[in-house]
Each structure stands twice: as structure tokens, then as C-alpha cells.
């Protein structure tokens, strides 16, 4: 009892079908080499970038919100330079991560030409 649709032999490779494989394989390899991906930047570098966004993030709004809190329990304003504060602090956290991915950025861009 044979089953036809699993044969036991596969068919043989005939040297025309193989002289066409290692003729794509040939043009393959030359394909490869002209189009080689550029180097990558460390993952440490854009993990300590992104660190680095985060704590400029959350050390200006710590410390608007602690200024603007001393201020108002000083000048007994409450909550006016608390808040205002706060809002400086996150666009000023804003401003200086933009800058630092700004950087990042040129950085990457530079390495990433050729010669460069």
C-alpha cells in the first residue's frame, strides 16, 4: 500500500537546475555587497539618552514644584507659585530633553554618512 502523495525518493538535481541556483546564488553575493547596512549606534548610547530625557523631565518639575512650594509657604501665596513653578519646570524638563535628542540626532546623522 503506497502512498503517492509522500514519495520516498526525492528527484534528482539535474546539473542544469544546478548551475542555475549557483548562478542566482553568485548574483545574490554580489547584490549583498554594494548594499551593506550601516553601522549601528551602541544600545547603551540610546538607553543613556533616554535616560537622560527622563531625568530632565522629572528634575524640572521636582524642582519648580519644591521652589514654588518654598516660595508660597514664604511669601504665603498658595498655590499660585506652586503651580506656575510646575509649569516652568516641565518646559524647561521639555526644552532640555529636546536639546539632548537634538543632539543625539546630529550625532547619529554624522556617523551614519559615508566618510563621515
Do not use: C, H
Not at 55 to 83: H, K, N, Q, S, Y
Request: glycine share 14%; net charge neutral; proline share 4%.
Amino acid at each position: 500500500m503506497g502512498d503517492d502523495r509522500f514519495p520516498s525518493k526525492q528527484r534528482d538535481v539535474t546539473d542544469g537546475d544546478r548551475k542555475r541556483l549557483d548562478d542566482l546564488d553568485g548574483r545574490l553575493r554580489e547584490a549583498r555587497k554594494g548594499s551593506e547596512p550601516p553601522a549601528r549606534v551602541s544600545n547603551q548610547r540610546e538607553l543613556g539618552v533616554a535616560y537622560r530625557v527622563m531625568v530632565e523631565m522629572f528634575v524640572g518639575v521636582g524642582v519648580g514644584g519644591f521652589l514654588g512650594w518654598w516660595l508660597d509657604a514664604w511669601l504665603g501665596t498658595a498655590p499660585i507659585l506652586l503651580v506656575t513653578l510646575i509649569l516652568l519646570g516641565f518646559a524647561a524638563g521639555g526644552l532640555n530633553a529636546y536639546r539632548a535628542i537634538r543632539t543625539y540626532s546630529e550625532g547619529v546623522e554624522r556617523n551614519d554618512r559615508p566618510g563621515g
